[in-house]
């Protein structure tokens, strides 16, 4: 009877988490070690709330919960595989920072997912050369050097993607080389009736702007180029056109009010620089003088 309240208990607790968070993040736990689990739970503690447990569990809480908020029916097919569900009123962002900030590196085992090209590169291996038909089955050249193995140049073990099998999991291990590495993994988020792809949290506000100018620049440039307005091309235009409107009004009998301005501060600037002109006009004369004075032989001392 006791395990029955508490599964009641459970069941409301989930219900609950579900009408009051209006956003979701879907994240994959393949792999994810109990001491990681715990440490995401402070991480997200004050920030979001984690409900994982068998997906029928969590379905059947589920459509409870869809009798009051349709909107939640779209995240019913989400639920399936080792999936675990955080959800949130907050920041999605700085959600998912907190979920995949703890990551293990792992040693390959068979079945693994390549999560990215694992390579090896050309390295001494330190392994003894009865190990070097085990290298020409997986197609990579070697050398012998001073009694020990070494790979000549680098070579493709798996593409992102492909699973990693004996073959490739038994070299990786020989090498002592670690191309794992396995935490929480962000797939889908649902926020407020709509879902779309968790790399979109990755995108933050500077780099929406930074993309958004750039938009908006490539805007102007063409607009500009095939003398089609745009409201991108409209301060650049309005900017020329003011620059041809005081070219031709200093151009010619009618002035207007900032030409005026701008002819009276540019006499006012050149007025200090008349006299000091004629003095360096006069000095030059007089130097002048002199010079010619010499060369006709009328110096003070002849």
Aim: hydrophobic content about 45%.
């Amino acid at each position: 009877m006791a395990t029955k309240e508490s599964k009641l208990c459970l069941f409301s607790r989930v219900q609950e988490k579900f009408r009051k968070n209006k956003k979701i993040i879907f994240t994959n736990i393949d792999h994810v070690q109990s001491i990681q689990m715990h440490q995401v739970r402070q991480d997200v503690r004050g920030h979001g709330e984690i409900v994982m447990g068998k997906n029928t569990m969590i379905k059947k809480a589920l459509r409870e919960v869809i009798g009051d908020i349709p909107e939640l029916e779209k995240i019913m097919p989400k639920i399936k595989g080792n999936i675990c569900l955080v959800l949130t009123n907050g920041d999605l962002c700085a959600l998912k920072k907190a979920l995949t900030k703890d990551t293990i590196k792992t040693r390959a085992k068979i079945g693994f997912v390549a999560q990215k090209d694992i390579s090896v590169p050309p390295m001494p291996t330190g392994l003894d050369p009865k190990h070097t038909a085990f290298f020409q089955t997986l197609g990579i050249s070697t050398k012998v050097m001073k009694g020990k193995i070494e790979i000549v140049k680098e070579v493709l073990l798996a593409k992102k993607g492909e699973k990693i099998g004996a073959s490739t999991a038994e070299l990786l291990n020989m090498l002592d080389l670690t191309a794992f590495e396995f935490g929480m993994t962000p797939l889908e988020v649902y926020d407020s009736g709509e879902m779309f792809p968790a790399e979109i949290l990755d995108v933050d506000e500077e780099m929406l702007v930074s993309a958004l100018e750039g938009s908006i620049r490539e805007v102007a440039a063409v607009s500009l180029a095939t003398g089609h307005a745009s409201v991108a091309s409209v301060p650049h235009l309005l900017a020329k056109s003011y620059r041809d409107v005081l070219a031709v009004s200093a151009g010619s009998a009618y002035k207007i009010e900032a030409v005026e301005k701008m002819l009276a501060a540019a006499q006012t600037a050149a007025a200090p620089a008349a006299p000091a002109a004629s003095a360096a006009k006069e000095a030059a004369k007089e130097e002048s003088e002199e010079e010619s004075d010499e060369e006709m032989g009328l110096g003070m001392f002849d």
